[in-house]
């Protein structure tokens, strides 16, 4: 059996999939059984609960061979990111007293730094909130999502595609949730591991690259357009952060654009990622015209 945190969203989801295509028991901690209807239909064993309830997360480990664990996405948290610290105080406490074989922990490019991070600030803090646990525990640290691109299906039909990255020939660290859903199982069922090791997810893309790929799947010529500065807390309102609180995700794309989300920090090890912006947007574009 195998806990899986955040089933109902995208990695949590991929790593569902993969266990389950593998044979492997899955059980799930949830808020909302209605949402997760779809995986109790599965056979994934549902937990009620949620990141806030410590000893729901200490009852969904009973028992687990390992565990995958992430936070709750938050673009706009408190100044403090009292939420990612209460969340991780709860895995800390509950990881503690489970003692689970192996834990594997989404984190992100760039968490190895503890700060000028913006967004990514919370799952630096969950790395350094996990380090004395004595536990086998295995850091993902993925690029950004190429599933982050995909309204660009919607808005990149005259050729243009609106991005944060600038310039945008530079390449940084991305990769499909499929692939951080795949190598998190690998590690979940894979061969056991001692202490504490970092995992750096991904291959180096440019948002040109990406918006060819686009222009691959539209079958029109599409070009990365980025979003001038200025322009940033009004887009980020748009995608529904309230005004005035858009500092955090304008930080994390500051960041991104000096140059962080690159391969090779010292002391992990490196998995390229084996699907293309390109096949997730083939693979949206099906989905939406089924």
């Known amino acids: 059996m195998f806990l899986v945190m955040g ?3 995208k990695v949590g989801g991929a790593t569902a999939k993969h266990l389950l295509a593998q044979g492997k ?6 808020r909302n059984r209605e949402k997760a209807a779809k995986w109790a239909d599965e056979g994934v064993q549902l937990v009620d609960g949620d990141w806030n309830d410590a000893a729901a997360i200490e009852m969904a480990l009973k028992d687990v061979e390992g565990a995958f664990v992430m936070l709750p996405s938050e673009w706009a948290p408190s100044a403090d990111y009292k939420e990612a610290k209460a969340v991780i105080a709860n895995y800390v406490g509950a990881l503690a007293k489970a003692a689970p074989p192996r834990v594997v922990a989404l984190s992100s490019m760039g968490a190895n730094r503890t700060s000028g991070l913006g967004m990514i ?4 803090l969950l790395e350094q909130g996990f380090r004395d646990l004595t536990l086998p525990i295995a850091y993902v640290r993925a ?7 995909l309204y660009g299906l919607h808005v990149a039909q005259g050729g243009t595609l609106p991005v944060y990255y600038n310039p945008t020939d530079r390449k940084s660290t991305m990769v499909a949730t499929h692939d951080i859903g795949a190598e998190i199982a690998a590690l979940l069922t894979g061969p056991a591991w001692l202490a504490h090791r970092v995992i750096e997810l991904g291959s180096m893309v440019s948002a040109d690259e990406v918006a060819t ?3 691959e799947v539209l079958k029109v010529d599409v070009k990365a357009f980025a979003i001038p500065r200025a ?3 009004a887009a980020f309102e748009q995608l529904g952060i309230p005004k005035g609180q858009t500092g955090p995700a304008e930080a994390m794309f500051d960041a991104v654009n000096l140059g962080w989300m690159h391969l090779g920090v010292e002391g992990t090890e490196h998995v390229p990622g084996t699907t293309s912006a ?12 089924a």
């Open 213 to 215: 790929q686009l222009g």
């Open 143 to 149: 690029g950004g999502f190429f599933e982050n691109f």
């Open 7 to 9: 089933i109902t969203g």
């Open 25 to 30: 028991e899955v059980r799930a901690l949830v």
């Open 231 to 233: 322009g940033w807390p």
């Open 121 to 124: 600030t919370a799952l630096s």
């Open 278 to 289: 390109r096949d997730v947007f083939a693979a949206a574009q099906k989905a939406a015209t």
